[in-house]
């Protein structure tokens, strides 16, 4: 057709998943990419169809995080599956959420910023409004609430821009509690680290005083017995 996409893609973009599983068992290519750019696994990650992206990415014969894969294949903006998730997260939205969790689950990679603008799937996902338990996923994934587009903006600050003050409020709030939880770290590693320094002190002061004791005891060293 005119987007000259297999009969893969079109399945997937609906969610067949018993086509799915029948054309990519008969040596369908789920890496073929149309006129649009995009693979088999990226429209089932557009459309909020997580079944097919489990299945697709299950079945993906390179292992998880190889340049290579579909996890983290990139269409030709420069989007992963994870950003297309995000970025058309309302299409629908119980299952852009459920196919959002089965990318963090497989271990894709939320850091990773689009080539023309430098954004990363959390400033897509502000940007897009998302609710607050999809940016808490990914928060809870590792994604950096810290990091800058092109334009020097953190997803907070891109939510604030867009009006999207809820989100703006709930990406500040993980921004603190992060802080204040690795400021917690740092506090519990500096006093670990002072008890095991005073206990290490207090051992080697006690070996010193029994080894004093000692010399008293027998100033010349000799074995009592044997004299």
């Not at 939510?159 to 917690?184: D, K, M, P, Y």
Request: proline letters at 4%; one cysteine or more; a negative charge.
């Amino acid at each position: 057709g005119i987007l000259k996409e297999t009969a893969l893609q079109w399945a997937a973009r609906q969610g067949h998943v018993g086509p799915c599983v029948l054309l990519r068992e008969a040596g369908c290519d789920p890496g073929h990419r149309g006129v649009e750019g995009v693979n088999a696994v990226h429209l089932a990650c557009r459309y909020g169809k997580h079944v097919v992206a489990a299945y697709l990415l299950a079945r993906d014969e390179v292992p998880p995080g190889s340049p290579a894969g579909l996890l983290d294949a990139a269409d030709e903006r420069g989007r992963t599956p994870l950003m297309i998730c995000v970025e058309w997260y309302w299409h629908e939205a119980r299952g852009g959420l459920d196919t959002l969790r089965v990318l963090v689950a497989l271990g894709c990679s939320v850091n990773r910023a689009e080539r023309e603008t430098g954004r990363t799937a959390l400033h897509m996902a502000a940007e897009r409004n998302v609710d607050r338990i999809a940016l808490e996923t990914l928060a809870d994934a590792g994604a950096s609430l810290e990091a800058e587009d092109g334009e020097g903006r953190t997803a907070e600050a891109v939510a604030v821009s867009h009006g999207h003050f809820e989100a703006a409020a709930a990406l500040r709030s993980l921004r603190l509690s992060r802080a204040a939880s690795r400021r917690c770290g740092e506090e519990q590693h500096r006093l670990c680290c002072g008890l095991r320094r005073r206990c290490c002190g207090r051992k080697r002061r006690r070996g010193e005083e029994e080894s004093d004791e000692a010399l008293l005891a027998d100033p010349e060293g000799g074995d009592p017995e044997a004299a």
